[in-house]
Nanobody, 121 residues
Framework: QVQLVESGGGLVQAGGSLRLSCEASGSIFSINAMGWYRQAPGKQRELVAGIRSYGSTNYADSVQGRFTISRDNAKNTVYLLMNSLKPEDTAVYYC???????????????WGQGTLVTVSS
């Protein structure tokens, strides 16, 4: 069984920083795209940042220049470093991973359990 485990959320003051982590564990053959989404109260889930297997990245305009996505392929882990946080960044953050399982070589798209980030003004 393959699963994602997120960590790193919490409460931070505006201007502060947090780093989120998301590790994929289980029988994994390969991991393709990895990304972070967020959902604020009363709003739809939106893409924050994504990173492909070969390292190319993309960001939402609202976080460009403040957030950095990275991945450690040896650890099957994706990170989101969030700097200069603003109150409007407050949301539940979810990691999203596209992978192929080991053994059965089945394609899966997985979501993390979500981690709350609260930015106080």
């Amino acid at each position: 069984q393959v699963q994602l485990v997120e960590s790193g959320g919490g409460l931070v003051q505006a201007g502060g920083s947090l780093r989120l982590s998301c590790e994929a564990s289980g029988s994994i053959f390969s991991i393709n795209a990895m990304g972070w989404y967020r959902q604020a109260p009363g709003k739809q889930r939106e893409l924050v940042a994504g990173i492909r297997s070969y390292g190319s990245t993309n960001y939402a305009d609202s976080v460009q220049g403040r957030f950095t996505i990275s991945r450690d392929n040896a650890k099957n882990t994706v990170y989101l470093l969030m700097n200069s946080l603003k109150p409007e960044d407050t949301a539940v953050y979810y990691c999203n991973v596209d992978l192929v399982t080991g053994g059965s070589y089945k394609y899966l798209e997985l979501w993390g359990q979500g981690t709350l980030v609260t930015v106080s003004s």
